[in-house]
């Protein structure tokens, strides 16, 4: 099947700072990733759509000058969390689809962030 | 609005039991809908995923249905083990919006 990487899979940051995680498909082209986030004991929460060579759709509630997301490449997203706090705290992860139905998604391994 | 319900939160069988996983959806307006398993602070790994078109996927111990008219799935997992102990997701692709919706997820703990 097809492979989703996701870099770093953890991160530990000073509140105020700014963290970069990167999505990629390793083996398929993704004109459709996402990014999600996902709290202790919680089910995924979808936080933007993010299509190549254009902006990100955000979900209702989601910062977007918070939470920059870049798609320049149909391999790679970035999302970068930006003056991260404490509440930012979570579990990202992200994921992509192939072109056309069936829209089976694959999802990365996951992004555990921490900000002290 | 479009959402995903899956009951029950939690469930601990003993080993070798059969089991059934339920989730049900508010539109039946469909793509398809993807079964996920995910271990503790683990990503997700895709177990089977049913196309609106059909009923029922299967692999290995796994067999999952699909009921559009009624908005429900449900996922049978045949003989547990320990092993099989970890959350299992269940996302829907619905046709408008273009995203998945996922459950809450069942906590499953199969006991030895």
């Known amino acids: 099947g097809a492979v989703v990487s996701q870099h770093p899979s953890w991160v530990i940051c000073k509140s105020g700072t700014s963290v970069k995680i990167e999505c990629r498909s390793l083996d398929f082209q993704a004109t459709t990733m996402f990014w999600y986030r996902q709290f202790p004991k919680q089910s995924l929460m979808l936080m933007a759509t993010s299509n190549e060579g254009s902006k990100a759709t955000y979900e209702q509630g989601v910062e977007k000058d918070k939470f920059l997301i870049n798609h320049a490449s149909l391999t790679l997203s970035t999302l970068t969390v930006t003056s991260a706090h404490p509440e930012d705290s979570s579990f990202y992860i992200c994921?992509?689809?192939?072109?056309?139905?069936?829209?089976?998604?694959?999802f990365g391994p996951g992004t555990r962030l921490t900000v002290t | 609005k479009q959402e995903v319900t899956q009951i029950p939160a939690a469930l601990s069988v003993p080993e070798g039991e059969n089991l059934v996983l339920n989730c049900s959806f508010t539109?039946?307006?469909?793509?398809?809908l993807q079964w996920f398993r995910q271990d503790p602070g683990k990503g997700l790994t895709s177990l089977l995923l049913i196309q609106s078109s059909q009923r029922e996927q299967t692999s290995g111990r796994l067999n999952a249905s699909l009921d559009k008219s009624s908005g429900r799935s449900t996922l049978y997992i045949a003989a547990s083990q320990p092993g099989d102990s970890a959350t299992y997701l269940c996302a829907v692709y619905y046709n408008q919006g273009g995203k998945l919706i996922f459950g809450q997820g069942t906590e499953l703990s199969v006991k030895p």
């Open positions: 539109d039946s307006a469909i793509y398809n």
């Open positions: 994921s992509a689809h192939t072109s056309g139905i069936p829209y089976e998604q694959y």
